[in-house]
């Protein structure tokens, strides 16, 4: 699969690859792989991310992403629903770091690798670049592009999904952005 990717889909890649290792995470997640494509310039996915307003909220980004972390890596949509029937996230998380200390509940905290220092990609992340290679052959397209990879996180049900579309960045908006909405294939 990786023999298809653009220079620029490879440059996401290295660089989520990199994130990963600033932030001292175990693995390679699909926040990482955000992050990167937010670091690209002058490539589909960043004239897209640039053209939906969401580069230059990147901060706004990553405090979305850290409030997850610290729910445990729950949406706000899980918490929501919990809400629904009486369970109060906040509340929850507030207690336990109360016993245990701040942070307590943030996912990815302790990095356990092997020797090799190497960082391999969590299964969300391995899914979201299978789903690029699907949304690439979709569109009759004989590679994959780092604006394949931005499609491949927004359709995928999860925390950056969310965090992508409660700042404009939807499937939707994302391809109309990328493409104009049309496929190769009309």
């Known amino acids: 699969m990786f023999e298809r990717f ?4 490879r440059g996401v890649v290295t660089g989520a690859v990199g994130h990963a290792e600033r932030t001292g995470a175990d693995t390679v997640t699909d926040e990482h792989l955000l992050l990167a494509l937010l670091d690209q310039r002058g490539t589909r996915a960043s004239f897209a ?6 580069t230059d909220r990147r901060d706004s980004l990553e405090d979305a992403f850290a409030q997850a972390r610290r729910r445990g890596g729950l949406t706000q949509a899980d918490a929501d629903a919990l809400a629904g029937i009486g369970i109060d996230v906040g509340e929850i998380v507030a207690k336990v770091e109360e016993a245990h200390g701040e942070g307590a509940m943030r996912v990815g905290r302790k990095p ?6 190497h960082r391999g990609f969590a299964p969300a992340a ?18 994959i592009g780092d604006e394949h990879l931005l499609l491949a996180l927004t359709a995928r049900p999860g925390v950056v ?3 992508l579309a409660d700042h404009g960045a939807t499937y939707a908006a994302v391809e109309r952005a990328t493409f104009g909405g049309l496929s190769k294939a009309s």
Do not use: P
């Not at 991310?49 to 969401?54: C, D, H, Q, V």
């Not at 391995?126 to 590679?143: M, N, Q, V």
């Open 49 to 54: 991310l640039t053209a939906l307003g969401i």
């Open 161 to 163: 999904s969310e965090v």
């Open 126 to 143: 391995k899914a979201t670049l299978e789903k690029s290679l699907r949304i690439a052959l979709g569109r009759g397209d004989r590679h």
């Open 112 to 117: 356990r690798r092997w020797w090799s220092g």
């Open 6 to 9: 653009t220079e620029g889909a």
